[in-house]
């Protein structure tokens, strides 16, 4: 099974907002808004990753203000 996380963080390695889902399409739009919402502030992180059969990947990456990370979801994810 695969699952979906989106983890908003105020600063690195502060408490965790953690959104998890099993379809990609909900966490990308989570992870839109954050970067909306919190993405002008330099100490906020913000990821979206997957994991499936022992495999963790970071598919976006919001690091001091611009994306540091971008892989296209796993297709029917």
């Not at 908003?8 to 990609?24: N, Y």
């Not at 100490?43 to 598919?59: N, Y």
Request: hydrophobic share 40%; aromatic share 8%; charged share 20%.
């Amino acid at each position: 099974m695969t699952t979906y996380r989106a983890v908003l963080r105020f600063r690195a390695g502060g408490p965790a907002v953690i959104g998890e889902w099993s379809t990609a399409t909900t966490p990308l739009q989570d992870y839109r808004q954050r970067v909306g919402i919190y993405g002008s502030d330099l100490a906020v992180t913000i990821q979206v990753t997957e994991e499936a059969d022992g495999r963790h990947q970071v598919l976006r990456a919001w690091e001091r203000g611009s994306e540091t990370a971008s892989v296209a979801a796993a297709p029917g994810g």
